[in-house]
């Protein structure tokens, strides 16, 4: 039976925060709207539609927001164009060590599919997954767990067998919500409702993947 590992992007394979920091601050600026670095903090994890319509509250016509939006991931694209990015910490060890221990590895986002293309590519790591699921392939954000079960379909793997690791409190939700395990990375926020949760990838023991899926039937108990 495949085993599949699904991993989120932004904050998780990759470190883009500054850059999309630096892409808000600039186009909500221009449109007379700033925004605090808390403001953008609170964002992770959720779709552009549903930041913008915090933000702009009643002037959140649907013109706007994709305007804004566009111009935003634009604006993103070119930072990492321009700059580069690297994974995170351990990305590259445990997608490997994954990789050889025979699970199915896709990629799924709240991002567009063309940041989506566009970080896997600069990090050089497409070969590593079998599918990418992006903002435009679901009609629900996290924390719903349509991302999540899209991604599993796209790769032939049940929910039960399906392992989600994210670095926000709403994609940790919406792998629960998916019935799937789940583990919590971050140094930015704490993730209590993860059944493992760790400040890095490295941190992990080297069988958390295999013991999480031995303990599916055993849903809220964090093996130890």
């Known amino acids: 039976m495949i085993k599949a590992v699904l991993w989120d992007l932004d904050g998780t394979?990759?470190?883009?925060?500054?850059?999309?920091?630096?892409?808000?601050?600039?186009?909500?600026?221009?449109?007379?709207?700033?925004?605090?670095?808390?403001?953008?903090?609170?964002?992770?994890?959720?779709?552009?539609?549903?930041?913008l319509s915090g933000w702009l509250g009643e002037d959140a016509g649907?013109?706007?927001?994709?305007?804004?939006?566009?111009?935003?991931?634009?604006?993103f694209r070119a930072l990492v164009r321009a700059h580069g990015i690297e994974p995170l910490p351990g990305v590259r060890e445990w997608v490997a060590r994954l990789q050889d221990d025979g699970w199915l590895q896709a990629i799924a986002t709240s991002a567009p599919r063309l940041n989506l293309e566009t970080m896997v590519d600069?990090?050089?790591?497409?070969?590593?997954?079998?599918?990418?699921?992006?903002?435009?392939?679901v009609t629900r954000g996290k924390p719903d767990p349509e991302v999540f079960l899209v991604a599993a379909l796209r790769i032939g793997a049940e929910p039960h067998r399906s392992i989600v690791v994210e670095d926000a409190p709403t994609g940790v939700e919406a792998g629960r919500r998916a019935g799937m395990r789940t583990v919590g990375v971050s140094l930015?926020?704490?993730?209590?409702?993860?059944?493992?949760?760790?400040?890095?990838?490295?941190?992990?023991?080297?069988?958390?993947?295999?013991?999480?899926?031995?303990?599916?039937?055993?849903?809220?108990?964090?093996?130890?």
């Open 122 to 137: 600069a990090i050089r790591m497409r070969h590593c997954f079998a599918a990418g699921v992006a903002a435009e392939d």
């Open 13 to 51: 394979l990759v470190d883009s925060a500054e850059f999309h920091w630096q892409a808000w601050r600039d186009v909500m600026a221009g449109a007379g709207l700033p925004i605090t670095h808390d403001q953008f903090v609170q964002s992770f994890g959720k779709r552009n539609d549903l930041i």
């Open 188 to 224: 930015m926020h704490t993730l209590p409702v993860a059944d493992v949760y760790v400040g890095t990838l490295p941190e992990l023991p080297a069988d958390t993947f295999d013991r999480l899926l031995a303990s599916t039937s055993a849903r809220g108990r964090t093996p130890s």
């Open 62 to 75: 649907p013109e706007r927001l994709r305007r804004l939006s566009e111009e935003k991931e634009a604006r």
